[in-house]
């Protein structure tokens, strides 16, 4: 389907984004010799919902589709999967567009809104207007429970597999999903950490991976706006490799999810449900 670009969306070339990551030269400070390294690249993405512009994002220049897709839901855009109607990408190297044509009842909720989003890499809340609208009224989750301790050993180990660009280069974060057989099924990586979530939420939903039962596993500090993407994405269990912040904590436990952190060398530290609640 042919949608309308939004003026900032007019590249005269279009060509794929680059690789995942390229290889660069450097010296010592002393310049004394040189060599070379493979860096993670970065493309800013313009998103266009039914031609109006509504987010510029930093992004790892893979699954983009199942980023926009996760986007949408974590950033609560859309109710659904079928709110979206057609999806097309375009650019020309480190500039890409995504043109999002969705659901008329989904258009007028963003309307609403009245987002104009600038994101970037480090925060998943730039560009909001109101309190109301970072601290949005989520539907609580009928709770399910705590996954098997033995799922959670050696997971630091057993993700590597689902981070090749993370292991070839550093510098991104991964979100990996286990099913509730305990089993890793699917990796995203990207250089936010709120974006690599929204490419794992987009694949499961376009893969059409059921989530019940199983969690997601997010490599970086959980704050806020995680918490947020798992509610709206229906997933019960959280797991961070990093410790989570107060206010995340104060929202799993409010909403009935699962949250678990991950220490490096210590046993799993469950911060909710409480004690007093899986009595």
């Not at 031609?51 to 109710?79: H, K």
């Not at 969705?102 to 809104?113: G, P, S």
């Not at 596993?217 to 993407?229: D, F, G, H, P, Y």
Request: proline share 6%.
């Amino acid at each position: 389907m042919n949608t309308k670009r939004p003026a900032c969306a007019a590249p005269a070339l279009e060509t794929p984004a680059p690789a995942a990551s390229q290889t660069y030269s450097y010296s010592n400070l002393e310049y004394s010799e040189s060599a070379s390294t493979a860096l993670a690249e970065e493309v800013a993405l313009a998103i266009a919902f039914n031609g109006i512009s509504q987010a510029v994002m930093l992004v790892t220049p893979t699954d983009l589709e199942d980023f926009i897709v996760g986007f949408s839901l974590g950033s609560g855009i859309i109710q659904d999967a079928t709110d979206i109607y057609d999806l097309q990408l375009s650019g020309s190297g480190s500039a890409q567009y995504a043109q999002v044509t969705i659901a008329n009842r989904a258009f007028w909720n963003l309307k609403q809104q009245r987002r104009q989003l600038a994101g970037t890499s480090g925060c998943g809340l730039c560009g909001v207007e109101a309190v109301e609208q970072a601290l949005p009224d989520l539907q609580v989750l009928p709770g399910t429970p705590l996954p098997p301790v033995e799922w959670l050993d050696g997971l630091r180990e057993r993700i590597g597999a689902f981070q090749p660009l993370g292991q070839h280069c550093g510098a991104v974060h991964a979100a990996v999903f286990m099913n509730n057989k305990g089993e890793l099924l699917l990796g995203r990586e990207d250089i936010g950490r709120h974006n690599a979530l929204d490419k794992l939420i987009g694949g499961l939903i376009r893969q059409k991976i059921p989530t019940a039962g199983g969690l997601a596993i997010v490599t970086s500090r959980c704050s806020l706006e995680l918490i947020q993407k798992v509610l709206r994405a229906g997933i019960q269990t959280l797991v961070s490799l990093s410790s989570p912040t107060g206010l995340a904590v104060q929202w799993a436990r409010r909403h009935n999810l699962n949250l678990i952190h991950l220490p490096q060398k210590n046993a799993p530290r469950v911060y909710s449900p409480t004690l007093e609640n899986q009595a």
